[in-house]
């Protein structure tokens, strides 16, 4: 979720392929993004297994520097970025809105995605 007007919808592709010629036929803007997977959808758990073995010997730490995740929409201090964090960061929902009205409500007006 990107904001207010723009999303980004994942899925299998004949799903896509309908959903793409039912929004074009309607006047809403739609293109598709030229990707090989389909993260932050029920595709990815699949890889689970494998994702979590691969990623399991990261070693989180806090951080000096705030991070609003994408995966919470709040601030964290980057001590819970272990292998699940990061397999539940490519597999739900990106809240990317969240995350940017949160730091306009923490008085930040420029960030870094």
Do not use: M
Not at 13 to 24: F, I, P, S
Not at 26 to 41: E, K, L, N, Q, T
Not at 62 to 79: C, F, H, K, L, N
């Amino acid at each position: 979720v990107n904001g207010p007007a723009s999303v980004v919808v994942s899925g299998d592709v004949q799903g896509l392929d309908e959903l793409l010629a039912r929004w074009t036929e309607s006047g809403v803007r739609a293109r598709r993004v030229a990707v090989d997977y389909a993260s932050h959808s029920a595709h990815v758990e699949e890889l689970k297994d494998e994702l979590l073995d691969v990623l399991a010997p990261i070693e989180p730490q806090a951080g000096r520097i705030p991070v609003y995740s994408t995966v919470t929409g709040e601030v964290e201090d980057g001590s819970g970025f272990d292998a699940a964090y990061w397999f539940t960061n490519l597999r739900q929902t990106v809240e990317f809105e969240t995350a940017t009205r949160n730091l306009l409500r923490d008085g930040y007006g420029v960030f870094v995605e």
